[in-house]
């Protein structure tokens, strides 16, 4: 009986494929060892690759979004006219074989030409700018609530249970007395007087 061979159409004929890395990215325009290059992440490095992707006629790149070591490379693709096509990691993994860098950027490059991989979603700047702004907000709440249970920690370890009198030992009240005993002042009544 003779075996079938599956062949799969060529959808991105122009594709490169690039392996992310915080030290270095690993670029593949092709299945061949003179079709990879490494480059590391500095500015002119990342202009460097994109000279050498015009260079090699690439129209379109594929990449892994590996946590914000992709932002810089994006933005200069996409500003010297590559269309960019960010994936996630578990749709371009290479599960035969030994891992390497060079095999990785090889797969993604394999798999983004015959179009196997679709992008992650990347909302427009002014999207972009409000989700930066949210997440910032979101750290400082977090800090500061991380910042008030140490305090209250901290004044217990002392034995000043301020948080048994106070709602709020960040308020206007907790942080008044807190200034004042600071300041050295521990009458109970004065400390009392102080409160709002």
């Known amino acids: 009986m003779e075996q079938e061979s599956i062949s799969m159409e060529v959808v991105n004929p122009q594709a490169a494929g690039v392996d992310i890395g915080s030290r ?45 070591y992709w932002q810089n490379l994006y933005l200069v693709l996409i500003s010297k006219g590559f269309e960019v096509i960010l994936c996630n990691g578990k749709f371009t993994k290479n599960i035969k074989g030994k891992k390497t860098d060079i095999k990785d950027c090889q797969w993604i490059q394999k798999l983004h030409t015959l179009g196997l991989l679709t992008g992650s979603f990347l909302p427009e700047g002014k999207t972009e700018e409000l989700r930066t702004y949210y997440r910032h907000r979101s750290n400082l709440l977090h800090s500061a609530a991380s910042a008030s249970k140490k305090m209250q920690k901290y004044l217990r370890l002392l034995n000043l249970r301020l948080d048994l009198v106070v709602r709020d030992i960040c308020g206007l009240t907790g942080l008044l007395i807190i200034r004042v005993i600071c300041e050295g002042e521990t009458d109970p009544q004065k400390l009392t007087a102080l409160c709002h």
């Open 24 to 68: 270095s990215h690993w670029v593949a325009v092709g299945q061949s060892e003179q079709d990879v290059r490494e480059y590391r992440v500095f500015n002119q490095d990342l202009f460097s690759m994109a000279d050498w992707l015009k260079e090699k006629s690439i129209k379109t790149v594929a990449m892994e979004s590996t946590g914000t």
